[in-house]
């Protein structure tokens, strides 16, 4: 049993894998690191002492006293920021379980709401229907919003599960877009897709692909004022694929710029104006992206518009945890 | 439009779009629905009792596949996590008895996770929903797809 405990404390990288973290800021690796680098030095002193100093003993007994005292110093900081790593985790777990549990009631409400509106238990009246139809937006923004935490829960505990599948990611912009057509039309925008040179099939998850695209030209319709445009472009340079997603909308304001990544942010000039959102879709965005191996970025002006664009690798990199 | 008559289907065909000539077909199929949200078994036997399916109910995994192998249902509807048996077990119980492993299973669930899916598969169901992503409506779809 002790060995089998001291074996999983010495397996770094699947403890690092536990935290979300990557290895050079995992307090194992770190720790493991320092304690190299000053065997090496005491090494290393020792040698140098061994040329140059008469009383030898004396040199590496204080060399020694030092070194233990800064192992006890790194050994405490270290284990304390691993204790505050395994608390984040440990909280983020439970939300995961708890979004969990909360499905199962929110789905009963969805399908029996789903089988009343049908009629399917009888005549409905206009009166009940527009209450029916509340009950629905709400339940969907119920679902919706434990959706959102489910994921936000697998990113931080590192146990999002990505597939590797070919396909093309020209049809999955197109399709995206045909689905966005009736909101369009309602807010009054015109969507334009620019596509340059050959874009090649690309290996990676398409569904969180869809998603996070989806994502992107969902903010750039919503945070537009009355009337105004979208552009879409999507280009290859080198192993990669840029997608970028432009519009003419409210933009951010400078001094949220740099929160925008952030869970449950929203900006000021938002805030002012749309009550709904939850501020985790571009937490979930860059998740996603990062963990396929891709970059995500943006810039933005206040009332002028906003680009955010992602770039992906056509084949997946050996950073990207394969799946089986 | 002269296809409908029946003045129940009518109503339905509202909300679910069945055509008419499916109406036939199903006459007296069977339907197991293993799962164990009361909630859920009351909204799936309203709706598939409405289409004209019989919906035998079974609460816990061990009932349901004691009722699979004791009426030979047409279709199962199982969840995965159940009480006495989980659906995995159900499943491979299913397939290893030769009076029920032909019978097509629907796999209903809340779990999403990549690897419960792929041992679903493996282990012969034929289709794998997760309940968050779909509407009644089409989960019917998919029922009709198999059983026509």
């Not at chain 1, 933009?251 to 900006?267: C, L, S, T, V």
């Not at chain 2, 199929?29 to 949200?37: N, S």
């Not at chain 2, 799936?44 to 995994?61: C, T």
């Given at each position: 049993?002790?060995f089998?405990?001291i074996w999983?404390q010495?397996?770094?990288?699947q ?18 690191i320092?304690?190299l680098?000053i065997?090496?030095?005491i ?5 140098i ?17 030092s ?6 110093i790194?050994?405490i900081?270290?284990?304390s920021?691993?204790?505050l ?13 708890v979004s ?8 009963n409400?969805k ?23 509340i009950l629905?937006?709400?339940?969907d ?13 697998r990113?931080?505990?590192?146990v999002?599960s990505?597939k590797?599948?070919?396909?093309s ?24 897709f ?19 695209f989806?994502?992107?030209?969902d903010?750039a ?7 105004g445009k979208v ?5 290859r ?12 909308g ?22 002012k ?12 965005v ?13 810039t933005s ?13 056509i ?10 | ?29 069977k339907i197991l ?5 009361s909630?859920?078994?009351?909204t ?11 919906m ?11 009722l699979?192998?004791?009426k030979?249902?047409?279709?199962i ?16 119980g299913l ?13 209903l669930?809340?779990?999403e ?17 997760v309940?968050?992503n779909?509407?009644?409506t089409e ?7 198999i059983l026509?």
């Amino acid at each position: 049993m002790i060995f089998k405990k001291i074996w999983e404390q010495l397996n770094i990288k699947q403890q690092c894998r536990k935290y979300g973290l990557p290895l050079w800021q995992c307090p194992q690796f770190l720790f493991l690191i320092m304690g190299l680098i000053i065997i090496a030095i005491i090494i290393i002193s020792y040698f140098i002492a061994i040329e140059r100093i008469n009383d030898l003993q004396m040199v590496t007994l204080i060399i020694l006293f030092s070194t233990s005292i800064l192992v006890t110093i790194d050994y405490i900081i270290v284990h304390s920021f691993e204790r505050l790593a395994e608390s984040t985790r440990m909280k983020m777990e439970f939300i995961g379980i708890v979004s969990h549990q909360l499905r199962s009631p929110v789905i009963n409400l969805k399908y029996a709401l789903e089988l009343l509106m049908s009629e399917g238990t009888g005549e409905v009246q206009k009166g009940q229907l527009d209450y029916l139809t509340i009950l629905k937006q709400n339940v969907d923004r119920l679902q919706e919003l434990i959706n959102d935490i489910l994921v936000v829960s697998r990113i931080q505990t590192g146990v999002l599960s990505l597939k590797e599948e070919d396909f093309s990611i020209v049809d999955l912009v197109e399709k995206t877009i045909i689905e966005a057509k009736p909101v369009l039309l309602a807010s009054n925008i015109t969507i334009n897709f620019k596509k340059e040179g050959n874009i090649p099939n690309i290996i990676s998850d398409s569904f969180w692909i869809k998603q996070a695209f989806k994502n992107l030209v969902d903010n750039a319709i919503r945070y537009q004022k009355s009337k105004g445009k979208v552009d879409i472009s999507l280009k290859r340079r080198d192993k990669n694929i840029y997608l970028a997603v432009q519009d003419s909308g409210v933009g951010i304001p400078e001094e949220d710029q740099k929160y925008i990544f952030q869970k449950f942010f929203r900006a000021r000039n938002v805030l002012k104006k749309q009550t709904s959102g939850t501020g985790l879709g571009l937490f979930i965005v860059k998740g996603v992206i990062e963990k396929l191996g891709g970059k995500i970025n943006f810039t933005s002006k206040e009332n002028k518009g906003s680009t955010f664009w992602f770039s992906l690798p056509i084949k997946p990199t050996s950073k990207l945890n394969k799946l089986k | 439009m002269n296809l409908i008559r029946d003045p129940v289907f009518t109503k339905i065909s509202k909300g679910f779009n069945i055509t008419k000539n499916m109406e036939i077909s199903k006459k007296g199929k069977k339907i197991l629905f293993i799962e164990d949200e009361s909630a859920l078994q009351i909204t799936f036997g309203d709706m598939l009792s409405k289409q004209g399916y019989e919906m035998i109910k079974a609460m816990d995994g061990k009932t349901g596949l004691d009722l699979a192998k004791e009426k030979t249902p047409d279709l199962i509807l199982l969840d995965l996590i159940l009480p006495k048996m989980d659906g995995f077990g159900v499943l491979k119980g299913l397939k290893e008895d030769e009076e029920t492993k032909d019978i097509p299973v629907i796999i209903l669930t809340n779990l999403e996770n990549t690897g419960d899916v792929q041992r679903a598969l493996e282990l012969g169901a034929t289709n794998y929903l997760v309940k968050a992503n779909y509407t009644l409506t089409e989960i019917l779809e998919k029922i009709e797809k198999i059983l026509l």
